[in-house]
């Protein structure tokens, strides 16, 4: 099964280079690639019936001769279609071919998504289906159609037919009535009827946990001697007096656990996870505080040279004073600025040291690192995170979360990790009001925003990113800012923040917004982790309909970090999902919203390559697997020696040795 993808038909090197390029080099981690949704042909939805914003399967005729118009650089077709019930526009984008098969009478099955266009509803882009039944619908791949790489998968599941063996002790799948691997592998992709979908996903998911979950243990630092550090019992009281601000008690209650964690001689392996500015920088640099006052080193890891400049700047502030030597390191350092940091860092010259993942590179060694702290830890994977701890003699390890998971699955997902929670806001913050905004309200908001500059207030505007295939139905930053600058707010200093600019560009743009110098900050989701800007009061959120609302909750709190009364307005038409999010502003309960939404398949995120998207990410599967699977790996575990045991743990070593570091809470 290890064929090279050469041997499928209609694939030669320039779609072996775009499969690889999505971690995809053999036929068997083509079969691996599981959907990540099914269009149910058999469902079809009457036209009467369809809103903005739904994706359904429609059987309609075409109702009148089909137009054509050319925008820029678009060719737009449009034609009327009915079903009886009510009489639509459909439209498409440069697919001109379109409009010869558009004859009136002529009957279609169409699937695609409705939106709101001039007042009406329109079916946008709609793929045209020829047969009913579960089609598999793949995450996108660069350079390669859809249609050719479900037809890939078909010939790929052909070439393997029969050959995968069962992996799972036979026990294990007779105990959870699992179903069999070729019989599983061919129904992901092509299921016969929802049951055997079910069955497949089922034996899939339940696999690919188990080997995760087994993959964790082996990873985890256990019961592990680490560096004890003693200091003086007034230290803690110290450090909270140096603050500008009294701790909360939450903040407190965590620094408590975190300073006994220290004091004791295992390798301190804790998670703080907190809303969004529930003030866990200044726990972190609390613990940074004692390790200094007992005589250790320690590291700080944020995710992005943003935030890690962010952090060494509070640092000078905060930890200077108290004679604790602080630097940077990031990887756009000149090389002699490398050389230097890795010496100080060597030296002891640096008490501590923060930056991004230039702090594990491989140069770089430390003098006596005794703690190491990653922010937002969620960007990190976990075997990243061991290789941090892999430079010192065992440190303690201190990771820091936003995304708030809840207990029970974060238990599962990080097994190796002791939990606290701040679950308390400093004082003085106005929660956000969240509101829906449609289209149809969009020029009253830019009335709004005016008025709230005026006061002296920021705003930001946030874009998702979108995929080049579909970059037309979506509002991209780029085409967000010039609106505004241009036409909407041409009064207001804008600046633009987006992925694919020069860092240092990225950074000028983001110290004017900081700094007060602009009033206006549109961006693609960078913003999203711990810029921290107490003036700006407004969030807009683009295309909110396209956000998890974990990752809503976390754009949110952008905002409401001062004592202003603070407002995020999510454009979108209004649907159950983001009402949720206008009713709380609990980072818990919209957690635990978006895991029953999603299933907690999700959470793993979709930065993955490749085969563990299959497993893990696409095959959302439901809590009560991931705990069944999470009691089983220890179960077994507790045989190492026993033969299936170990073809087990060889299994989970093969499909998760190079991906743990990939595997991160989203
Ligand atoms: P997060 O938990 O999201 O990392 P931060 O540590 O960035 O939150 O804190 C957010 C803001 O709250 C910062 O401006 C910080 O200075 C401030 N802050 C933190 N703790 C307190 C406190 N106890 N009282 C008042 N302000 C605080
Ligand atoms: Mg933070």
């Known amino acids: 099964m290890d064929y090279p993808l050469t041997k499928i038909k209609g694939i030669g090197p320039a779609r072996v280079k775009a499969f690889e390029a999505a971690g995809i080099r053999t036929v068997r981690e083509l079969v691996m690639f599981l959907p990540k949704e099914y269009r149910d042909l058999d469902d079809i939805t009457a036209l009467c019936d369809l809103r903005p914003g739904d994706t359904a399967a429609v059987k309609v005729c075409v109702a009148g001769e089909a137009s054509v ?88 599941l052909k070439l393997c037919e029969g050959q995968w063996p069962d992996e799972l002790p036979e026990r294990v799948r007779e105990r959870y009535g699992l179903c069999e ?57 110290k450090f909270w007096a140096t603050l500008p601000f009294a701790p909360t008690g939450a903040q407190r209650r965590v620094l408590d656990e975190v300073a006994a ?9 804790r998670m703080i996870q907190g809303d969004v500015g529930s003030g866990k920088t200044a726990i972190a640099f609390a613990a940074i505080a004692l ?27 905060l930890l200077e004073p108290l004679g604790i030597r602080c630097g940077l390191l990031v990887g756009s350092l000149t090389a002699k600025q490398h050389r230097m940091a890795h010496e100080a860092v060597a030296t002891g010259m640096w008490d501590v040291a923060i930056g991004t993942h230039a702090l594990i590179t491989e140069g770089v060694a430390y003098k006596n690192l005794g703690l190491v702290v990653t922010d937002e ?98 509002v991209p930053a780029e085409v967000v800012y010039e609106e505004l600058r241009t036409k909407k707010l041409p009064d207001l200093s804008i600046e633009l923040v987006h992925g694919r600019m020069k860092p240092a560009d990225k950074d000028a743009a983001l110290e004017r917004f900081r700094t007060g110098e602009a009033d206006v900050l549109v961006s693609t989701t960078v913003i999203e982790v711990g810029v921290n800007v107490p003036n700006a009061t407004v969030m807009v959120i683009e295309n909110a309909e396209r956000f998890g609302l974990a990752q809503l909750h976390q754009l949110r709190g952008r905002v409401g970090r001062g004592a202003h009364e603070s407002w995020c307005f999510l454009m979108a038409e209004p649907n159950a999902r983001l009402k949720f999010m206008c009713s709380t502003n609990d980072g818990f309960k919209v957690a635990q919203k978006d895991m029953e939404l999603r299933g907690p398949g999700e959470l793993f995120g979709t930065r993955q390559s490749g085969t563990l998207t299959a497993g893990i990410g696409a095959l959302a599967g439901d809590t009560e697997l991931l705990k069944l699977t999470h009691d089983e790996a220890h179960a077994l575990m507790r045989n190492p020696e026993d033969e299936d045991v170990r073809a087990v743990i060889q299994l989970a070593r093969e499909r998760f040795a190079d991906r743990l570091e990939n595997v991160a809470v989203n």
Request: glycine share 6%; proline share 6%.
């Open 69 to 156: 118009r050319y925008a820029r650089k678009l060719t737009i077709i449009k034609v009327y279609v009915t079903d009886g019930t009510e009489t639509l526009p459909v439209i498409w984008f440069n697919q001109p071919w379109l409009k010869a098969q558009m004859t009136q009478g002529r009957e279609l099955l169409l699937y695609g998504k409705a939106e709101l266009r001039s007042g009406c509803v329109t079916l946008v882009s709609p793929t045209v289906e020829s047969g009913g039944g579960l089609v598999p619908i793949y995450r996108n791949i660069a350079g390669i159609p859809a249609k050719q790489l479900r037809q890939s998968v078909e010939s790929a």
């Open 181 to 237: 691997r070729n019989f599983a592998m061919r129904c992901a992709h092509f299921p016969d009827s929802r049951e055997a979908l079910q069955a497949a996903r089922r034996r899939i998911a339940f696999e690919e946990l188990l080997l995760y979950q087994v993959a964790l243990q082996l990873f985890r630092h256990g019961e592990r001697q680490g560096i004890q550090i003693e200091f003086p019992d007034d230290a803690v009281e």
């Open 377 to 474: 830890q969620h960007r990190f994977g976990v075997r990243q995170r061991s290789m941090l701890s892999e430079k010192g003699d065992a440190p303690n390890v201190l990771v820091m979360s936003a995304t708030p998971i809840p207990r029970t699955l974060s238990l599962i997902i990080y097994g190796d990790l002791d939990i606290s929670i701040v679950d308390e806001l400093p004082p003085g913050r106005t929660p956000v009001q969240t509101r829906i905004v449609p289209e149809a309200k969009r020029e009253g908001l830019y009335g709004f925003l005016r008025e709230e500059v005026k006061k002296g207030r920021q705003v930001y505007f946030v874009c998702p990113l979108v995929e080049e295939s579909e970059a037309i139905e979506a």
């Open 261 to 269: 964690d220290l004091r004791s001689d295992r390798a301190m392996a």
């Open 291 to 317: 390790a200094h006052a007992g005589g250790w080193q320690a590291a700080l890891m944020a995710p992005t040279e943003v935030l890690a400049r962010q952090h060494y700047e509070s640092a000078k502030q």
